[in-house]
C-alpha cells in the first residue's frame, strides 16, 4: 500500500533530458534574452545620460550666456558633443558661416540653420534609437519560438506515449514539463524586452520632442538676432 | 556607428544582463521546488498506523538440483579368446587339440555365464536409479505442493493484516472526520437533551464538500440543526485516506451526530 511516489525531476536533468530541437529553441531563447537584456540596460544608460545632457544644456542655454561663448566651449571641449548640444553646435555653426557671406538675406540663412539643426537632429535621435528594433522583434517573436518548441516537445511526449500500452499521466506529464521550459523561456526573454521597448520608445518621443522644441526657439533667437 | 557613448556602457550592460540571466538560472533551479511532496500530516500518520509491509517470500522455489545422470553402463567386451595355436598334424597333438576344445567351450561357457550375470547386474542398477529418481519426483512435488500452501496461508495473512490495517486507517479517518467537525461545532445551540441529527455529505477526494450536506434526520432545534451544518461547511476539507482504495468508502458519508455526548 506504498503511495505512489512522484518521479523526481530537476530543472537541470529536465535540461539534459530534452529532445535536440527543444534544447536548440532554448539556446536561441537564451541568446535572444541575454542580447535584449544587454541592450536593455545599455539603453538605459544611454538615454538617462542624454536626458540629464539636455536638462543641463537648457538651464545653461537658457542662463543668458552668450552664445558665442557657448558655442566656443563645445567646441573646443575634448568631448564630442551629444544630443541638444550637438544639436546647437551644428546650428549655430551653419548659422554663423551663412551670416559671413555678404548678401544673402536672413530667411535664407534661418533656412540653412535650420536645415543643419533637422540633420543633427534626426541624426541624434537615430542615435538614441539603436537597438529598438531589436528588442521589439524578441519582444514579438520568442513567445512564438517558445511555444514551437513546447509544441514539439509535447508532440514528442504524446509520441512515446503510443508506445506504451498502458497511458497514464506519469509517461507524458514529465515530457510535458520539459516542453513548457521554452515557453517560459520565451516569455521570459519577451516580456522585459516588450515594456523596455514601449518604455524607451515613449523615453526618446519625449527627448524628439524636446529636441524639437529647442530648435524652434533655439532658430526664433537666430533670427531675432539676425536682424 | 559606436559612438563612445554607447561603447562606454557595453561592458557594464553585458555585465548587468549576465547577471540577471544567473539570476533567472537560480531561481529555476532553486527556486521552484520541481519534487511534488504529499501533505506530511498525512504521510505521518499513515506510516505509523501500518505494519510493517510483509516481504514476499521468493516466489519461485530454488528449481531442484538436476538427478543425478545415470551412470553410464559401461561396455564389457568379451575378451577375444586367445587364438588356438595351430597344430601340425599330429596324433598327440590332436588330443592336445581335442582339449583344447573343450577348454575353450568351457571358457565360453564361462564368459556367457558372466556376460548374464553383468547384463543382470546392470538391469538392477538401472531399476534402481529409477527408482530413487522416482522418490525425488515425488519429494519434489511434495515440497512444491507444501511451498504453495505455505504461500497461500501467508497471502491469506498478509491479506488479513492489510485488511486490519485498512480497517485501522478508515476507524482513524472516521475519528478524525469527527472530531475535526466536533471541534467546530457550538453545542450550546443544542440545548440539554440528547438530540440525534443525521447528515448525509458527498465528498470529493480532496475532502472538499461536494454540494451542501443533506439533513435526513433533525434534531428538532433549528439552531442546533444550523449549528451542525455551519461546523460542518467550515470543517471544509475534512480529512480523507488519500489512498483512492480507501476513499471510495468516504464518497459518501452518513454522518450521525449527538452533539451533547
Known sequence: MKIEATPDFSFLSMLTDASFIVQLVLLLLLLASFMSWWFIFQRLFILRVAKNQAEEFEKEFWSGVDLQQLFQRLTSGRVVPRGMEKIFEAGFREYAKLKKQSGMDISSVMDGTRRAMRAAYQREVDALERSLAFLATVGSVSPYVGLFGTVWGIMNSFRGLANVGQATLAHVAPGIAEALIATAMGLFAAIPAVIAYNRYTHDIDRLATRYESFMEEFSNILQRQGR | ?261
Open chain 2, 1 to 261: 556607428m559606436s559612438t563612445p557613448a554607447t561603447a562606454q556602457y557595453r561592458f557594464s550592460a553585458g555585465v548587468l544582463a549576465l547577471l540577471v540571466h544567473v539570476a533567472f538560472f537560480a531561481l529555476m533551479v532553486f527556486g521552484i521546488s520541481w519534487q511534488a511532496k504529499a501533505p506530511q500530516g498525512v504521510v505521518v500518520d499513515l506510516w505509523s498506523n501500518l505494519p510493517a509491509p510483509p516481504t514476499p517470500p521468493a516466489m519461485a522455489p530454488r528449481p531442484p538440483p538436476p538427478p543425478p545422470a545415470p551412470e553410464p553402463v559401461k561396455k564389457i567386451e568379451p575378451k577375444p579368446a586367445p587364438p588356438a595355436p595351430r597344430q601340425k598334424a599330429d596324433i598327440a597333438l590332436k588330443e592336445k587339440r581335442k582339449q583344447q576344445e573343450e577348454q575353450l567351450k568351457e571358457e565360453k561357457l564361462k564368459q556367457q555365464a558372466a556376460a548374464r550375470k553383468q547384463a543382470q547386474k546392470e538391469r538392477e542398477l538401472e531399476e534402481q536409479a529409477l527408482k530413487e529418481q522416482q522418490k525425488e519426483e515425488q519429494a519434489r512435488q511434495a515440497k512444491a505442493l507444501a511451498d504453495q500452501q505455505a504461500q497461500a496461508a501467508l497471502a491469506r495473512l498478509t491479506q488479513a493484516k492489510q485488511a486490519a490495517a485498512q480497517q485501522s486507517i478508515v476507524d482513524d479517518y472516521t475519528n478524525r472526520i469527527s472530531a475535526k467537525i466536533r471541534g467546530k461545532l457550538n453545542k450550546t445551540l443544542c440545548g440539554d437533551g440528547k438530540p440525534l441529527l443525521v447528515f448525509d455529505i458527498n465528498l470529493l477526494p480532496t475532502g472538499q464538500l461536494l454540494g451542501n450536506p443533506v439533513l435526513r434526520q433533525g434534531s428538532g432545534i433549528a439552531a442546533c440543526d444550523r449549528a451542525v451544518e455551519n461546523a460542518i461547511l467550515q470543517s471544509d476539507p475534512l480529512p480523507v485516506p488519500p489512498q483512492p482504495e480507501l476513499f471510495s468508502r468516504f464518497r459518501e458519508l452518513h454522518l450521525k451526530f449527538r452533539p451533547n455526548e
